[in-house]
């Protein structure tokens, strides 16, 4: 049986915790982390400005598309 995959949180102190199977993987930086430096956030992802900005241009682009334009009432 294999070893188990291990957190590969950077830095000191080392994190000795089991790697997740599935949403352990970050998909920014594609390395495995524990339950808690899963987040891109908690692990100081080398690519957490790109990951924003990849989130701030999706959500800018679906508020536009939902923007409504009010008629003019001509009274």
């Known amino acids: 049986m294999p070893a188990k995959k291990r957190c590969q949180l950077p830095?000191?102190?080392r994190c000795n915790n089991a790697a997740?199977?599935?949403?352990?993987d970050c998909a920014?930086?594609?390395s495995s982390f524990?339950?808690?430096h899963r987040l891109p956030e908690y692990h100081a992802c080398l690519k957490l400005a790109e990951c924003r900005q990849e989130a701030f241009q999706r959500n800018k682009?679906?508020?536009e598309s939902e923007r409504t334009v009010a008629a003019k009432i001509v009274g």
């Not at 997740?20 to 352990?24: A, F, N, P, W």
């Open 34 to 36: 524990c339950a808690t």
């Open 28 to 30: 920014h930086c594609h």
């Open 20 to 24: 997740l199977r599935i949403v352990g």
């Open 61 to 63: 682009g679906r508020l």
């Open 11 to 13: 830095g000191e102190p």
